[in-house]
C-alpha cells in the first residue's frame, strides 16, 4: 500500500474520578485522514479540512508524532497527510488526540506495523504535548487500543484495557465554547484534602471493578470527581444543570469530558441515552450557544482503516 485512509475517533477522559489516567473511546464522532508514502524524505501536511489549524509540520499535532515515530524508522521515503478535521479544536472529545493517534497509525499501516499500539501511544504523546502543554495519555490511548483504558504509567508507558460492558452507552454535549486543555489546567489546585482524595481513588477503583464486572449500579456509585469538577464545572454554561438532567433521566453518571466544555454522560441502554440527550437539549434550548449532540456505543476497536 502506497495510501491509506483512516477514521480517527474522538474520545472521553477522565471519566469523572479517572483524572488523566482514564478514557474511553466513542463511534459515532472522529477525524477523517490520508496517509500516503511519497519519495521526498520527510512529513508534509498537504491539506487541512474542517478547521483553521496550521498546515506546517512542526505546529500541527498531527505532524510532531509523525516526526517523532518518522525519526524512530529508516527510509528512504516520506509521507504526506490530509486532515478532515470532524473534532473542534477545544471541545473536550480528544480533537488533538485524535490528530496525533491518525497520523501514527496510518504510517505504521504503511509500514507493515513495525511498532505495537504502546509504540505508537508514545509517539502520539509528543504530538499530544503540543497542545495540552505537557505529556499525558488518557485521550490517546483510548484512540489506539480501543473501549476503556487506563494508563497506569506514562514513563515508562504502561496501558491497561478494561473491559466494556454491552449495554453501555454514552451521550455527549458539546456547547460551541472553547476551553484549551492549558487553561483549563491553570484552574485546578496545587494540593487537595487527604479525605477527598481518599474518597477518588476509591471510585476509581470501584469504576475500574464495575467494567470488569458489568456491575451498572456500582458503575452509577463510581461516576463522582470530588477534586476536579468542582473547579473546571465553573468553566462550562450551565453545567449543574445539565448533569442533574442527565440523572433525572435515568443517566448512571455525567460529568465533565477531558477538560470540557463537552459534558457526557453514561446510561444503561440506548432508550436512556436517548432520554438523556433529550433532557440536555431542554436544558440548553433558551441559552443563546450553539450545541451539537452525539449518542455513542463504546468504540472497542479504536483507529480504524476505512479506505
Same mark, same amino acid.
Given at each position: 500500500?502506497?495510501?491509506?485512509?483512516i477514521?480517527?475517533?474522538?474520545t472521553?477522559?477522565?471519566?469523572? $474520578?479517572g483524572?488523566?489516567?482514564?478514557?474511553? $473511546?466513542? %463511534?459515532?464522532?472522529?477525524d477523517?485522514?490520508?496517509?500516503?508514502?511519497?519519495? *521526498?524524505?520527510?512529513?508534509?501536511?498537504?491539506?487541512?479540512e &474542517?478547521? @483553521?489549524?496550521?498546515?506546517?509540520?512542526?505546529?500541527?499535532?498531527?505532524?510532531?508524532?509523525?516526526?517523532?515515530?518518522?525519526?524512530?524508522i529508516e527510509? %528512504?521515503?516520506?509521507?504526506?497527510?490530509?486532515?478532515? =478535521?470532524?473534532?473542534k479544536?477545544?471541545?473536550?472529545? &480528544?480533537?488533538?488526540?485524535?490528530?496525533?493517534?491518525?497520523?501514527?497509525?496510518?504510517?505504521?499501516? !504503511?509500514?507493515?506495523?513495525p511498532?505495537? =499500539?504502546?509504540?505508537l501511544t508514545?509517539?502520539? #504523546?509528543?504530538?499530544?504535548?503540543?497542545?495540552?502543554? $505537557?505529556?499525558?495519555?488518557?485521550?490517546?490511548?483510548?484512540?489506539?487500543?480501543?473501549?476503556?483504558?487506563?494508563? *497506569?504509567? +506514562?514513563?515508562?508507558?504502561?496501558?491497561?484495557?478494561?473491559?466494556?460492558?454491552? @449495554? !453501555?452507552?454514552?451521550?455527549?454535549?458539546?456547547?460551541?465554547?472553547?476551553?484549551?486543555?492549558?487553561?483549563?489546567?491553570?484552574?485546578?489546585p496545587?494540593e +487537595?484534602?487527604?479525605?477527598?482524595?481518599?474518597e477518588q481513588?476509591?471510585?476509581?477503583?470501584?469504576?475500574?471493578?464495575? !467494567?470488569h464486572?458489568?456491575?451498572?449500579?456500582?458503575?452509577?456509585?463510581? !461516576? =463522582?470527581?470530588? #477534586?476536579?469538577?468542582? /473547579?473546571r464545572?465553573?468553566?462550562?454554561p450551565?453545567?449543574?444543570?445539565?448533569?442533574?438532567?442527565?440523572? %433525572?433521566?435515568?443517566?448512571?453518571? $455525567?460529568?465533565?469530558?477531558?477538560?470540557?466544555?463537552?459534558?457526557?454522560s453514561?446510561?444503561?441502554?440506548?432508550d436512556?441515552?436517548?432520554?438523556?440527550?433529550?433532557?440536555?437539549?431542554?436544558?440548553?434550548?433558551?441559552?443563546?450557544? %450553539?450545541y451539537d449532540? /452525539?449518542?455513542?456505543?463504546?468504540n472497542? =476497536?479504536?483507529?480504524?482503516?476505512? &479506505?
Amino acid at each position: 500500500m502506497n495510501e491509506i485512509k483512516i477514521f480517527s475517533p474522538a474520545t472521553v477522559a477522565n471519566v469523572s $474520578c479517572g483524572f488523566d489516567v482514564m478514557g474511553f $473511546c466513542l %463511534d459515532t464522532v472522529g477525524d477523517e485522514m490520508v496517509i500516503r508514502k511519497v519519495d *521526498k524524505k520527510g512529513i508534509v501536511i498537504t491539506k487541512v479540512e &474542517g478547521f @483553521d489549524l496550521p498546515l506546517e509540520t512542526e505546529l500541527n499535532v498531527a505532524g510532531v508524532s509523525a516526526i517523532a515515530m518518522y525519526n524512530a524508522i529508516e527510509v %528512504d521515503f516520506g509521507f504526506e497527510i490530509e486532515i478532515y =478535521k470532524n473534532i473542534k479544536p477545544g471541545s473536550g472529545i &480528544g480533537s488533538s488526540a485524535a490528530s496525533a493517534v491518525g497520523s501514527v497509525f496510518g504510517m505504521n499501516e !504503511l509500514l507493515g506495523r513495525p511498532f505495537n =499500539k504502546t509504540q505508537l501511544t508514545e509517539f502520539a #504523546i509528543k504530538g499530544e504535548a503540543l497542545a495540552s502543554k $505537557c505529556e499525558h495519555a488518557d485521550n490517546l490511548a483510548p484512540a489506539l487500543f480501543g473501549g476503556f483504558t487506563l494508563v *497506569k504509567s +506514562v514513563s515508562p508507558l504502561q496501558v491497561l484495557e478494561i473491559p466494556t460492558p454491552e @449495554d !453501555l452507552y454514552a451521550t455527549i454535549i458539546h456547547p460551541q465554547i472553547e476551553i484549551k486543555t492549558s487553561e483549563s489546567r491553570a484552574v485546578l489546585p496545587k494540593e +487537595v484534602k487527604l479525605s477527598n482524595a481518599i474518597e477518588q481513588w476509591a471510585n476509581l477503583g470501584s469504576l475500574v471493578h464495575a !467494567l470488569h464486572t458489568s456491575d451498572y449500579d456500582l458503575i452509577k456509585s463510581a !461516576l =463522582k470527581d470530588v #477534586i476536579i469538577e468542582p /473547579h473546571r464545572s465553573k468553566l462550562i454554561p450551565l453545567f449543574n444543570e445539565a448533569k442533574s438532567s442527565a440523572i %433525572d433521566a435515568g443517566a448512571l453518571g $455525567c460529568g465533565i469530558s477531558g477538560s470540557g466544555p463537552s459534558i457526557f454522560s453514561l446510561s444503561k441502554g440506548l432508550d436512556v441515552a436517548n432520554n438523556v440527550k433529550a433532557n440536555f437539549e431542554n436544558v440548553y434550548a433558551d441559552l443563546v450557544i %450553539d450545541y451539537d449532540i /452525539h449518542i455513542s456505543k463504546i468504540n472497542t =476497536k479504536g483507529v480504524k482503516i476505512i &479506505g
